[in-house]
């Protein structure tokens, strides 16, 4: 294996982390690490809030989600902006499935994972999978609406797989009204996405967990903290209300407390699938390489069917960890199950992965296409760089096998 494919792939996996984990945005990192780092970067920060542009006008979006077999909503849902494959929390419906919202005033803060090239956030370049393509430049659109480039809306609720409302052409000045996002339920999943054990709790521990939930809700997060923390209290087995507990704790920037607050909601329900969704994003954002791959496995193992954020997950914990093979797999499944091209930049872990398989052709290609989809990718210049070495490599083993060395 090529010393430079580990170099390359480090600098873009914690190089640039590191760079932009100090509010920076670009290229430039410090001497690449390959295999597992021994230290973790910086807790990223977000430098490029998305309404801190001069002048940018405000975007309201409303809506209504409904269940597509016509009953009521099981619970309200949550509202995200998902933009190029990556989760921005926006809103909650109210019961009767109604949502509004200012967007980029989100009721979470963002993380690590979100990236600034595009949502107007910083973050971990492969948290963030990069423009897709769906932002033009030009377009005449003002400089608020490149925050819906390459976004779509969707609901969350557990038990649901969400329809999505593309965001691109939405412009500050339309109907802030979007239509109704339905929601179909999910079947033949061994992973649970409706909490079980959470049904069963008892009378002033969910009265506890509403409250929690509106305070979140009205981005009161000590509020919903405490009541969340009564709730786990009263009900030790509350997995919903850890989960809960998880979120507030990561919004409010106490990682270890969100993480240990995940991991009470696992033990509480073992087949929970959300609450290791979240943790993946955390190893991520850490470089926990290791803790990345074993969390993706379990949540594959659970829900192999609704995942594309679990095989391309592990596919960047693979790659980092060398274990090539495993990382390619990965990535095609997670290119596969994205036919609507929303995370090009699965196609660019891919694009690593072969190129470490010595499959020079195809990973270049790969990369092209992520390239040529991401205008604006903050680290197009060292991308770009790599896709010429790999191109240098597909060139010399194309000369090798037509000119084989002489043996001795």
Not at 100 to 126: K, N
Not at 134 to 153: H, T
Not at 162 to 179: A, C, E, F, K, R
Request: hydrophobic share 35%.
């Amino acid at each position: 294996m090529r010393p430079w494919i580990l170099a390359a792939a480090a600098l873009i996996l914690t190089g640039t982390l590191h760079a932009q984990a100090k509010g920076g945005g670009g290229t430039t990192a410090p001497p690449p690490v390959t295999g597992n780092p021994t230290t973790q970067p910086n807790r990223p920060t977000n430098p490029f809030p998305d309404n801190s542009i001069p002048n940018q006008r405000p975007i309201f979006l409303s809506g209504t989600v409904m269940l597509s077999d016509g009953t009521p909503l099981t619970d309200r849902a949550k509202i995200e902006r998902v933009c190029n494959g990556r989760p921005i929390p926006e809103a909650e419906t109210d019961k009767k499935g109604h949502f509004s919202f200012e967007v980029g005033r989100s009721f979470e803060m963002p993380d690590a994972s979100v990236g600034s090239d595009i949502t107007g956030r910083g973050g971990s370049p492969f948290g963030n999978p990069g423009n897709n393509g769906g932002g033009m430049p030009g377009g005449g659109l003002g400089s608020a609406d490149r925050r819906l480039w390459g976004c779509e809306l969707r609901a969350v609720l557990a038990g649901f797989r969400s329809d999505t409302i593309q965001l691109d052409t939405v412009h500050y000045m339309d109907n802030p009204n979007i239509g109704t996002i339905i929601l179909h339920r999910i079947a033949k999943v061994d992973g649970l996405t409706i909490s079980v054990v959470s049904a069963l709790a008892p009378k002033d521990a969910r009265k506890a967990f509403e409250k929690g939930r509106e305070a979140e809700a009205n981005k009161k997060l000590d509020d919903a903290q405490k009541n969340f923390e009564k709730a786990v209290s009263v009900y030790p087995q509350y997995s919903a209300a850890w989960f809960e507990l998880g979120r507030v704790n990561e919004q409010t920037n106490r990682i270890e407390e969100a993480r240990k607050a995940y991991q009470q909601a696992i033990a509480a329900e073992p087949k929970l699938i959300l609450p290791r969704e979240q943790l993946s994003w955390l190893a991520l954002r850490e470089a926990k390489w290791q803790e990345l791959v074993d969390l993706t496995d379990e949540w594959l193992k659970l829900d192999p069917a609704n995942s594309p954020n679990a095989y391309y997950l592990s596919s960047i914990g693979n790659l980092q960890l060398q274990h090539s093979t495993v990382a390619e797999k990965n990535a095609q499944e997670a290119v596969r199950m994205d036919p609507g091209k929303k995370n090009m930049r699965a196609r660019y872990v891919l694009g690593l992965a072969m190129a470490q398989n010595h499959e020079f052709t195809e990973s270049a290609e790969a990369i092209r296409s992520y390239l040529e989809a991401t205008p604006d990718a903050k680290d197009r210049a060292a991308i770009q760089k790599q896709l010429q070495q790999i191109q240098d490599a597909a060139q010399e083993k194309v000369q090798s096998e037509v000119n084989p060395p002489k043996p001795q």
